[in-house]
């Protein structure tokens, strides 16, 4: 990252500083959702590694249980259940089960995460010619159901607690997207926006009760979330580490310094994590954020030009094989045009 970002106050943590307190997470009790692939399970793996006990709720429960089985094949322990975290019910019993399980609830990662499959860039029009109630699903997922762990953890992380000073969390996955706009992704944008808000705002209150809170930035990162014409586009640029954005969590769960809670914790690309404290969410951060996006926004036009190549040309064609070729195609000729542009995004 360029020096203007050491200068604004960002503090690099390395990799080998991200599990310096990992000892810390011993027998404690870990609620985390979306943890049958990419980030959640990377993250319950590593949390499992330092003998937590790990609570997994995800709408895919066999991908959910092959987690929980990676972790008990190490002698580590692990429960799953099928949970949609935008159903209240789901949320509820998911951390039922972490309190009859184990007997108390420590660390809460509402992980689970959606991108952006609604097409609210596009009003439909129904049958009487006005426009039809948008379907909100990354709203549901991305917002409403981290409201819903992060409401619940307020009282679950009290439960058999017997000392205030035990290890008590709450980790929060935002994005690149909190910090500066996505044009083609604009619900997603809100979400993750909405998710550092709500740690910046919840960060002094929780603080009384010695409940840590923590929001996790990473640029884009490979994984399923990530549709693949968005990965066409980005082909070259380097990504952001799944192990390291696990590592930003255990982190941000694990240190005792309870003045490093309310962080956010940025992942820009493949360099280190960078740990923005809280006297530096004013103009000056966001502008630096402003300015490293800027770039990239090139790159994003190239990403809405190819999603609209590609719905005429289904709407045209209608042939699978000429869709494909023609998404690839027009991905990597903009890609080609646009490289340097992101390319200096990453490279500040």
């Not at 960002?10 to 943890?35: C, M, N, S, Y």
């Not at 509402?110 to 009003?123: H, K, Q, T």
């Not at 769960?253 to 690309?269: F, I, N």
């Not at 809280?278 to 030009?305: C, H, P, T, W």
């Amino acid at each position: 990252m360029s020096s203007s970002s050491e200068n604004s106050g960002f503090v690099p943590i390395l990799d080998d500083q991200l599990f310096e307190h990992a000892e810390r997470l011993r027998d404690k009790v870990v609620v985390i959702t979306g943890a049958a692939s990419g980030i959640g399970k990377e993250t319950a793996l590593r949390f499992a590694s330092y003998g937590a006990k790990v609570v997994i709720g995800d709408i895919n429960l066999a991908d959910a249980q092959k987690t929980v089985n990676d972790i008990t094949a190490t002698k580590g322990q692990a429960v799953a259940m099928k949970c949609n975290v935008a159903a209240w019910e789901d949320s509820v019993a998911l951390f039922e089960l972490a309190i009859e399980k184990y007997g108390s609830v420590d660390v809460v990662i509402p992980n689970a995460g959606v991108g952006e499959p609604e097409s609210f860039l596009r009003v439909t029009l129904g049958k009487d010619r006005k426009p039809q109630k948008p379907n909100l699903p990354t709203v549901q997922v991305n917002l409403v159901g981290v409201l819903y762990a992060v409401y619940l953890a307020q009282h679950y992380l009290l439960i058999n607690r017997t000392d205030k000073e035990s290890l008590k969390a709450i980790v929060l996955l935002g994005s690149m997207s909190s910090w500066a706009a996505f044009p083609p992704a604009p619900t997603y944008t809100a979400t993750k926006h909405a998710v550092l808000g709500l740690m910046r705002s919840l960060d002094p209150i929780l603080a009384v009760q010695n409940i840590r809170i923590a929001c996790i930035t990473p640029f884009f990162a490979d994984t399923n979330i990530l549709p693949i014409i968005v990965k066409a586009a980005l082909i070259g640029v380097p990504l952001t580490p799944v192990p390291r954005i696990a590592g930003a969590i255990v982190y941000a769960a694990s240190h005792p310094d309870q003045t490093t809670s309310g962080c956010g914790y940025v992942l820009p690309d493949n360099g280190p994590v960078y740990k923005v404290p809280r006297e530096e969410f004013k103009a000056g951060v966001y502008k630096i954020m402003d300015d490293r996006a800027n770039s990239l926004l090139q790159g994003v036009k190239g990403v809405v030009y190819v999603a609209r190549f590609a719905r005429d040309t289904a709407r045209v064609f209608a042939k699978p094989a000429i869709l494909t070729a023609g998404v690839v195609g027009a991905a990597l000729l903009y890609r080609n045009g646009h490289n340097l542009n992101l390319r200096r995004f990453i490279n500040l």
